[in-house]
């Protein structure tokens, strides 16, 4: 497998340090971010295979983490990790991937992997 460069974003620290060390592990470089405000600021200064973030934080939701990727990175693999049901989160732009937490990091992995 590639190594990717990840961006991974949860306003919960303890959930957020777990995964990203986990990805780290498997090899790959994480930069974390605490909030959808410095996930922009990131997407402003790197280029990053993969965007990973939590959909429900305070104010910049995953949504418009989603948006500012894409159009700062286009073509950037972007997945929103969330514990609400997909129809509660109607303003994902269409094609978002979606896992639902708890969730696998090999499962996360196999999905971030480019085919």
Known sequence: MTDLTIL???DDDRHRTMVAEALELAGHRVTQAASGSAAQA?????RYDCVVT???MPGITGAAVVSEARRLQPGVTVCVVSGHAREDMSDLPTGTLL??????VPLLLDVLSPR
């Open 42 to 46: 990131f997407l402003q200064q790197q």
């Open 99 to 104: 896992m639902t937490k708890p969730f696998s």
């Open 54 to 56: 939590d959909y429900d």
């Open 8 to 10: 991974y974003i949860d």
